[in-house]
């Protein structure tokens, strides 16, 4: 049982154009929403976050956009670059008793950009 | 130089073999992750530590075991009960009470 559904699996885009990938969950009590960029043969590392509460969130080039009543957020890469090219995860967290929290994560997306 | 370190970066294991995988970290994080990573799969959850001396399974935990004797070590053993240990492991932190998670370099384990 999936409770994040990401899309696409794979992404090819031009260098200077928008890349979107798109997450759906199921449980409601999901409430923080990271998303996190990995290079080949590295761990991830976090890249933006967003709360239920914010319907969008901008840092630099990355935008995260949430939609709490369609149970999905995406991630929108503008004027992407070669070195944008990695593979994307979303998350979602739950409190799963006192001060821990479970992160289910989406089967990724791997972008490429050309140059 | 804060972090969490993994090592070996590779490491190959024999049929029957048992494993360990080191993950240290010197964030003074209090919760520590393992995870399995497999190609198309995203990122699994093996066993998870809160604190010292307590640790809980995770969605995979079955044929793994860990141990939490401090607070910065977390290491995983792949046991022979593991029958497709082949993966990409890689190892979080958080701080306590929070929900962003630092992860590892990773360890590249492979059957011979």
């Known amino acids: 049982q999936q409770q994040v559904k990401q899309s696409p699996q794979s992404l090819i885009v031009q260098k200077g154009g928008i890349s979107i990938i798109n997450c759906a969950y199921e449980?409601?009590?999901?409430?923080?929403f990271p998303w996190y960029q990995q290079f080949p043969g590295k761990g991830p590392a976090l890249l933006i976050a967003?709360?239920?509460?914010?319907s969008e969130k901008k840092e630099g080039r990355f935008t995260i956009s949430f939609n709490k009543s369609a149970k999905q957020f995406s991630l929108h890469i503008m004027d992407s670059q070669p070195g944008d090219s990695a593979t994307y995860f979303c998350?979602?967290?739950?409190?799963?008793?006192?001060?821990?929290?479970?992160?289910?994560f989406g089967k990724g997306t791997l972008l490429t950009v050309n140059p | 130089d804060g972090g969490i370190t993994q090592s070996p970066k590779y490491l190959f294991r024999k049929e029957g073999q048992n494993v360990t995988l080191s993950c240290e970290q010197n964030?003074?994080?209090?919760?520590m992750y393992w995870y399995r990573q497999d190609p198309g799969q995203g990122l699994r959850l093996i066993y998870y530590?809160?604190?010292?001396?307590?640790?809980q399974k995770g969605d995979i935990a079955e044929g793994y075991s860990v141990s939490r004797e401090k607070k910065e070590s977390f290491p995983l053993t792949v046991t022979s009960a593991q029958k497709n240990p082949t993966a990409f492991y890689l190892c979080?932190?958080?701080?306590?009470?929070?929900?962003?998670?630092?992860f590892g370099p990773g360890t590249r384990l492979l059957v011979l």
């Open positions: 964030l003074n994080h209090d919760a």
């Open positions: 530590s809160q604190i010292v001396n307590d640790f």
């Open positions: 967003i709360r239920p509460d914010v």
């Open positions: 979080a932190s958080s701080n306590f009470g929070q929900e962003t998670q630092y």
């Open positions: 449980n409601t009590a999901f409430d923080y």
């Open positions: 998350a979602a967290s739950v409190n799963s008793g006192g001060s821990n929290y479970k992160l289910t």
